[in-house]
């Protein structure tokens, strides 16, 4: 009985201090809000507020992270100013709790919107005034803007001037521009980071940095080197780059009776230096189709933009790539504008409007990432068919390089994979049947090929992108040095030291962390350990106090 009591007393007291922590916090809020610049409408919590769960779950974008086992944040802020981001940044510090920052919500491991400590969640849709200046030939972005959002109002103001950035119109700035940012004019422009002229960021002591104001090399740091590792980024500027009136599009299928292996050895090999103005992506899948009687078969989807018409594009790839067969039939005309609509999937009927739709159908899911420096052998390519045949589920896409990607320098941004990089390849899986059964399914499928894919890649260190986020290639628990080192050099290359120095200089204390954050010279280990034994001594003498008068007979 009295064990009972002496253990309940021992949760009481727990329960107690997390308490404290949340009181704490709302406090700390409390005293950062006026009349002109309150808070309080903007904070939502679990315990009173039924909006809590449908900010939440707006912008989970893997189902994977919405269970009802997945840790919830014990707030969450929803900023209208910049002011109010500061007041999270310095409240969430003071008591104590981690802090996970949001834009688009499309981390592939859902580290915008899960801890496994808690947590508050600083979510920042509604930080996402865009500002085209067609004179300056510039555009103003906030973090919590949508990829689709900024090419619309671009669209709005200009036809001939666009921004290398990614495909998937719901993707968020904070995340993306942060991480690199790429897209189909990569071998014309290079990424998104290529073309930040300014930034804004809100550093661990609540102040507002730009350009002019902040560290020069905290502005190199997040124009690829994830943002959430320095600070919550506010906005980005770049300078927008011309696009011409007209360019071209196509899609092909082609199978093994067209002789695909040929054609995808051939593809890996002309895209280096063929026409800058040329990107040619391959989606390769396992399908089924009525002519195969029910057996899986390979197919390989070639999709282009050209920036230019179409009788050039063809006679650009009747000269470098005329195994493809291109017809000016299978090439379509239109705005760079309509292109980013064909690039979404979208049909030729659809209003340009449906770029500012927020919403995304949500799948269970799982992404890797690789980079080939050599080209695969035509063997390789008819095993690697097989592979995908045989697993039966996973996709992969390959995104060619070279032109501008191979003329910047490594060092110029955090991104590393350049010059040598003949093209990335993405995994994807995804799939509808909830729970850990089906899960470790297609995890064991994805890894699978991952692995199959291990002699065709690059190695020492193999090379991931930041953007498709992987936790397979390594997890920081003690926020070491040597833990960020297994990922850090995957996503940096030899980058990877200089942004620890970076993150020494400006977080020091590690305040922005997560699983795969860059770690402070000289941090965690030792002191997350101390930290963790004085807590829990403190704990256990404040329970003994209590308990005692439990325990005594
Ligand atoms: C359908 C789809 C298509 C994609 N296509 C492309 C593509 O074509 N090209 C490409 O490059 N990538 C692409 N991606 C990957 C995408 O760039 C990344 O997932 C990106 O990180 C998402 O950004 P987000 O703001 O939506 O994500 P979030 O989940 O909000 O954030 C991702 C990471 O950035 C941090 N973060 C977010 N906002 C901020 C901020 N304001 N300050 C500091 N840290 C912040 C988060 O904490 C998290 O660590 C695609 C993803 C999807 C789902
Ligand atoms: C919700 O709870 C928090 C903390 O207890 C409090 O500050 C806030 O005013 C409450 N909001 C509503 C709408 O009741
Ligand atoms: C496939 O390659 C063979 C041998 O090179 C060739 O004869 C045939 O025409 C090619 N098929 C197609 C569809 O290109
Ligand atoms: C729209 O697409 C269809 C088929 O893809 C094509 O036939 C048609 O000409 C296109 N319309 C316009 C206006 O481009
Ligand atoms: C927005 O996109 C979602 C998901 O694709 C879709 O269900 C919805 O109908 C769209 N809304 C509008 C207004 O187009």
Redesign the pocket.
């Known amino acids: 009985m009295r064990l009972v009591v002496g253990i309940f007393s021992f949760l009481l007291f727990l329960w107690r201090v997390s308490s404290k922590t949340s009181d704490n916090f709302l406090q700390c809020l409390r005293k950062y809000s006026d009349p002109v610049n309150d808070i309080s409408h903007i904070v939502y919590t679990s315990a009173n507020n039924s909006a809590y769960s449908s900010v939440l779950q707006a912008r989970i974008q893997n189902l994977r992270y919405n269970t009802p086992k997945t840790r919830k944040p014990e707030f969450i802020i929803t900023p209208f100013k910049k002011s109010h981001v500061s007041a999270a940044v310095i409240c969430t510090k003071n008591s104590g709790f981690n802090l996970r920052i949001r834009s688009g919500g499309h981390d592939f491991e859902g580290l915008s919107y899960v801890s496994d400590v808690p947590f508050i969640l600083l979510d920042l849709f509604n930080l996402n005034a865009i500002n085209v200046n067609v004179g300056a030939q510039t555009v103003y972005v906030e973090a919590g803007a949508t990829v689709g959002e900024l090419y619309y109002k671009i669209w709005e103001k200009s036809k001939v001037h666009g921004l290398p950035a990614g495909v998937c119109p719901t993707v968020g700035i904070g995340g993306h521009i942060s991480g690199g940012g790429y897209g189909n004019m990569i071998r014309k422009y290079g990424l998104s980071v290529d073309h930040v002229v300014d930034a804004e960021i809100m550093d661990a002591q609540g102040r507002i940095l730009n350009k002019k104001t902040m560290d020069e090399d905290l502005f190199w740091a997040i124009r690829g080197g994830g943002g959430a590792s320095f600070g919550v980024v506010l906005s980005y500027t770049f300078n927008l780059v011309p696009v011409p009136k007209v360019v071209s599009v196509f899609q092909v299928m082609k199978f093994a009776?067209?002789?695909v292996t040929?054609l995808v050895y051939k593809w890996q090999h002309v895209m280096q230096d063929i026409d800058d103005d040329l990107f040619i992506r391959l989606l390769l899948q396992p399908v089924t189709v009525p002519k195969s009687n029910g057996k899986k078969v390979i197919r390989v989807t070639f999709i282009s933009l050209f920036l230019g018409g179409a009788d050039r594009l063809v006679s650009v790839m009747n000269s470098q790539f005329p195994?493809l067969?291109l017809k000016r039939s299978d090439c379509l005309e239109m705005t760079w504008g309509e292109s980013v609509l064909f690039w979404a999937n979208y049909d030729n009927r659809t209003s340009m409007k449906v770029l500012l739709n927020q919403t995304y159908d949500a799948d269970y899911l799982k992404r890797k990432s690789d980079y080939v420096t050599e080209p695969i052998s035509k063997d390789g390519l008819e095993l690697l068919w097989k592979k995908l045949v045989n697993i039966a589920k996973p996709g992969l896409v390959f995104n060619s390089y070279g032109g501008q990607m191979s003329k910047i320098s490594e060092s110029v941004t955090p991104f590393p994979h350049r010059h040598g990089n003949l093209y990335k390849i993405q995994y994807s899986i995804s799939w509808k049947e909830p729970g850990e059964e089906a899960e470790r399914k297609y995890l064991g499928m994805i890894r699978e090929l991952y692995d199959f894919m291990t002699p065709y890649v690059s190695k020492s260190p193999r090379r991931a992108y930041l953007n498709y986020r992987d936790l397979d290639i390594g997890v920081a628990h003690d926020f070491t040095y040597e833990e960020g080192k297994v990922y850090g050099e995957k996503y940096f290359v030899d980058n990877f030291d200089r942004l620890v120095r970076v993150k020494s200089k400006v977080d020091a204390d590690n305040f922005f962390r997560n699983e795969q954050s860059i770690p402070p010279l000289k941090s965690g280990g030792e002191k997350r350990k101390v930290v963790y034994a004085v807590y829990f001594l403190n704990a256990f003498a404040t329970w003994l106090a209590c308990a005692k008068w439990f325990l005594m007979p």
């Open positions: 009776e067209d002789n040929d195994e067969g």
